[in-house]
């Protein structure tokens, strides 16, 4: 009557999905760039490296922490060579930051559309509560890894980390449909944030992605596409 069944047993954790991959990478690269505006340390630059990897390595350590209480993986070894594994691919994202010129992070997991319970966890303190709306029909939900903002802060640039392969080719623009993040997520942001966007961008961040980015301009083509 009551379909009362034994609980299932969790399984120990073998191996890391890329799903769960994907998880603790972003929640170490958006930690890290908190940490870095709390200490006034943004942008990187050439001479402000060496601090900033202290400070990478130091958040890789306690994500990872809290990570592995949650997953309780059955193997410690594999556990410490998956993390190791993200944390020097992480090192290399790093060490690209200082080429992004006059480009100054912003925001990092804004969020817009989302529930409450989803939105509290690791957004952006600007994140907003309702969907934006675009093209005054479409109403958008949710969360963008990093916003740049151009220094003289008359232009913004949105950045979606991947963490897998990089299947584009030089004139991917949405990709049959199944690459929607750079230009809809562009224009989600200019809508929420009242600036002009740019271009989006999907970064490839691990070995497997070639620590390569494809960028995309936000022009009346891309947005008729979108």
């Known amino acids: 009557i009551y379909r009362l069944e034994p609980a299932e047993e969790p399984e120990p ?12 990478f972003h929640e170490v690269q958006a930690e890290f760039f908190r ?8 942008p990187v630059t050439e001479g402000t490296l060496p601090s900033a990897l202290k400070t990478l390595d130091a958040i890789v350590s306690t994500v ?5 209480e949650q997953l309780a993986p059955a193997i410690e070894r594999v556990w410490n060579d998956e993390i190791a594994d993200i944390a020097k691919d992480l090192r290399v994202w790093a060490r690209r ?14 969020s817009f559309g989302l529930p409450a319970d989803l939105a509290n966890e690791g957004r952006d303190p600007a994140s907003l509560p309702d969907p934006v709306v675009v093209d005054g029909r479409f109403r958008l939900r949710g969360s963008v890894d990093l916003i740049e903002r151009k220094v003289d802060g008359s232009l913004l ?3 979606d980390h991947k963490t897998g392969k990089n ?5 991917t623009v949405l990709g049959g449909g199944g ?3 750079p230009v809809l997520y562009s224009l989600a942001v200019e809508q929420a ?11 490839y961040c691990p070995a497997a992605g070639g620590f390569t980015d494809h960028e995309i301009p936000i022009n009346e083509t891309t947005r008729g596409a979108g």
């Open 64 to 68: 990872a922490g809290k990570w592995k």
């Open 157 to 159: 640039r949105v950045t």
């Open 97 to 110: 930051l200082p080429d992004a010129g006059d480009w100054l992070p912003a925001y990092f997991e804004f």
């Open 35 to 42: 940490a870095l505006k709390s200490a006034g340390n943004l």
């Open 167 to 171: 299947r584009t080719t030089w004139k």
């Open 179 to 181: 690459i929607l993040q």
């Open 13 to 24: 954790l073998q191996k890391l999905d890329p799903l769960t991959r994907g998880a603790l």
């Open 193 to 203: 944030l009242s600036t002009p966007v740019t271009s989006g961008r999907l970064f």
